[in-house]
T-cell receptor, first 113, second 116 residues
């Protein structure tokens, strides 16, 4: 089973709202990733957690705040977003012994008004 | 730095036609190579992969061979179906020494449309 789940599937928020995206996997993977994807473009890496510790932050604005409460769960907290943050947000995970292979979730499509 | 170059699309084919999407890469070390597919409105699905030179990845009738001498990983399918219409991303991944996560480098993606 290589399933990564993400909720919600769609999200509309105003620029003053606070919302969270959730990602879950039960495959024993110990690295989890957040990506942002704009239409017709490849995904762009935002954050990497390895063994629940933040390992990479690709200079993401502080209005995006990641959290990894345990080895199965990854959250992305959103606050004071801008319309240009509207995108598909993808979560991925990889296992320690095969960490070159990432499995992606279905994504959350975010619209910021 | 590492990079992946895919043939520009969009690619439009008739059902049962032969498909080739070219992909070449530039990388130091020994990357693993991947093809991901993204159907409309969905996330990325791993289509196939190869982790060393001369490996052939295959899945759902798609194939790609890791060619180190030509730094290529071209995707092929002998007979496409309408349901293959999607965006295809070629990617490479390396695991930095001392870490347990990979970094993916994607190509720009190729839009494939298959007509009945």
């Amino acid at each position: 089973d290589t399933e990564v789940t993400q909720t919600p599937k769609h999200l509309v928020m105003g620029m003053t709202n606070k919302k969270s995206l959730k990602c879950e996997q039960h495959m024993g993977h110990r690295a989890m990733y957040w990506y942002k994807q704009k239409a017709k473009k490849p995904p762009e890496l935002m954050f990497v957690y390895s063994y629940e510790k933040l390992s990479i932050n690709e200079s993401v604005p502080s209005r995006f705040s990641p959290e990894c409460p345990n080895s199965s769960l990854l959250n992305l907290h959103l606050h004071a977003l801008q319309p240009e943050d509207s995108a598909l947000y993808l979560c991925a995970s990889s296992q320690p012994s095969r960490s070159e292979t990432q499995y992606f979730g279905p994504g959350t499509r975010l619209l910021v008004l | 730095g590492d990079s992946v170059t895919q043939m520009e699309g969009p690619v439009t084919l008739s059902e049962e036609a032969f498909l080739t999407i070219n992909c070449t890469y530039t990388a130091t070390g020994y990357p693993s190579l991947f093809w991901y597919v993204q159907y409309p409105g969905e996330g990325l699905q791993l289509l196939l992969k190869a982790t060393k030179a001369d490996d052939k990845g295959s899945n759902k009738g798609f194939e790609a061979t890791y060619r180190k001498e030509t730094t290529s990983f071209h995707l092929e399918k002998g007979s496409v179906q309408v349901s293959d219409s999607a965006v295809y991303f070629c990617a490479l991944s390396k695991v930095a020494g001392g870490t347990s996560y990979g970094k993916l480098t994607f190509g720009q993606g190729t839009i494939l449309t298959v007509h009945p």
